[in-house]
């Protein structure tokens, strides 16, 4: 890794690998080194982690990069969005496991509390679902007495997983988040800029518990490991920032752990059924902007799940009657059915592991498709860029052209939250418009566009017997 007068250091906190990366002085991220992330445990709806495995390794990582550059670099951070701990304030221990956003304990609460969705839509721009830190805080309250009186307690503080690392790598100097995060907790007002409290009385959370809100940038504080924080915001915001053009219609397919569909926006009051709004910049100078999303709830490690890539892409369609739904940690927009996971056809079952790989892969496709013609309605965007791990296996570009019927752009480097955090650090504007390899529709998956409209009835098939 080059010593020469690096711009910024970035970290980018996910849910299957942790990575880190420089940005040099030509704004190319140099010296991306990853460790996977603690895994989770638990059964059923349970998904929780050990946040301080987390911690040592995320701050081993870091460390191993702050050594190789000068003291005080900025340090640009992009974390997952609605994974949280709470820690005792005195001495930075967790006070319960970290409860990650795949938990679905929350469900039963979300279906007893629907008459609220309108408001939580209205204030929040997201829908009413157990994957958001406000009603996994209130089910834990109402099912774990223990969770409830350290939730009350003055001692106790809460956060996501930047807040928590932040205040462990500072000596507890600062316990802040800022709006791109907050506002996937379902309990930040996205228009007023605060914590709504009207929603925290509905949840059960003190406001004493929270962290403070600050905009994305010019943060200025000072790490044990030497580096410093300028910037933090949401892995989704910061996978965006550097791919969508602010002044097109473009979208951006990240493929991750989960799968999310952003379209570029100015407009805090949109508001689609089913979708998310959200800010995916807040500077200092008052500068926002909000993206329009789609989420998928399973990715990468669903089409991972039955045999490992590149995906077998014929020409012609080998199981006509395979379908299935890629959403590991319930399905997500625009229906949000919880209850509802990775599930196989009866033909999809029958296949061998490569098949089931092929098949889920189709299905994550066929999401896709169905978000953005949700999300554009009859103006296709002028671009579809797409970043994540799951751009590494060959047949995506191909597949993904295939079944949209349209040229889209696979980035070259692959490690979009990582250059958007460390472009943000280092001060420079975050759209960098990085080298992408672009596919056109072939013989390579010619089957799909027809394909999906078969899924599109199965899947119709499957909500109604649900």
């Given amino acids: 890794m080059s010593r020469v007068s690096p711009l910024a250091v970035a970290i980018d906190l996910g849910s299957t690998a942790i990575k880190v990366g420089v940005l040099d002085s030509a704004g190319r991220l140099t010296g991306v080194r990853s460790s996977p992330a603690p895994p989770l445990r638990g059964e059923g709806p ?23 550059v000068p003291r005080g670099t900025p340090l640009g951070l992009a974390t997952q969005r609605s994974t949280f701990t709470l820690w005792d304030r005195r001495d930075g221990r967790p006070r ?25 839509v209205r204030r929040t721009g997201l829908p009413l679902s157990p994957h958001y ?5 209130a089910a834990l309250r109402e099912s774990d007495a223990a969770f409830a009186a350290a939730l009350l307690s003055p001692r106790s503080a809460l956060g996501t997983l930047e807040t928590f690392l932040a205040w462990r790598w500072s000596a507890g100097r600062q316990h802040a988040t800022d709006l791109t995060v907050a506002a996937r907790s379902a309990l930040l007002d996205i228009a007023r800029e605060e914590w709504s409290g009207a929603l925290l009385d509905l949840c059960g959370v003190p ?53 999310f569909v952003l379209l570029a926006s100015r407009d805090v009051d949109l508001r689609l059924p089913g979708y998310l ?25 669903a089409v991972d799940r039955f045999a490992p890539g590149p995906t077998d892409l014929p020409e012609s369609d080998p199981a006509p009657a395979g379908f299935a739904l890629p959403d590991v940690a319930g399905l997500g927009s625009p229906w949000w059915r919880p209850e ?19 098949v889920v892969l189709e299905g994550l496709l066929f999401r896709i498709r169905a978000i953005l013609a949700d999300l554009t309605g009859p103006a296709p965007p002028a671009r579809i860029v797409v ?62 566009a027809q394909k999906f409209e078969s899924w599109r009835g199965w899947l119709d098939a499957l909500l109604s017997a649900k």
């Avoid at 929780?48 to 190789?68: F, K, P």
């Avoid at 409860?99 to 609220?116: F, K, L, M, N, V």
């Avoid at 990775?342 to 089931?356: M, N, Q, Y």
């Fill in 46 to 68: 349970t998904r929780e982690g050990d946040a301080e495995s987390y911690a040592q390794v995320a701050g081993a990582l870091l460390q191993s990069v702050a050594e190789t």
């Fill in 96 to 120: 319960f496991p970290m409860i990650s956003w795949q938990d679905r304990r929350a469900a039963d609460w979300c279906a007893r509390h629907r008459g609220a969705e309108a408001e939580v």
């Fill in 133 to 137: 830190i406000g009603p996994k805080l």
């Fill in 207 to 259: 406001r004493s518990v929270l962290p403070e809100l600050r905009p994305t940038t010019r943060w200025q504080l000072a790490l044990d490991n030497g580096l410093r924080l300028r910037a933090t915001l949401s892995d989704q915001a910061s996978a965006a920032l550097p791919l969508l053009d602010p002044s097109c219609g473009s979208a951006l397919v990240n493929l991750g752990t989960g799968a």
């Fill in 277 to 301: 709004l959200g800010p995916t910049l807040a500077t200092t100078g008052g500068e926002r902007r909000y993206a329009l999303e789609g989420t998928i709830n399973g990715a990468g490690p």
């Fill in 340 to 358: 509802i996971g990775l599930t196989l056809s009866p033909a999809a079952e029958r296949l061998d592991g490569p098949g089931k790989r092929r």
């Fill in 387 to 448: 970043a994540g791990g799951l751009t590494a296996d060959a047949a995506l570009g191909p597949a993904l052209a295939a079944t949209l019927g349209r040229p889209v752009e696979l980035l070259a480097a692959r490690e979009a939250g990582l250059l958007g955090a460390a472009r943000l650090a280092a001060g420079l504007e975050p759209f960098a418009d990085p080298p992408t390899e672009t596919f056109v529709p072939g013989p390579r998956g010619a089957y799909l």
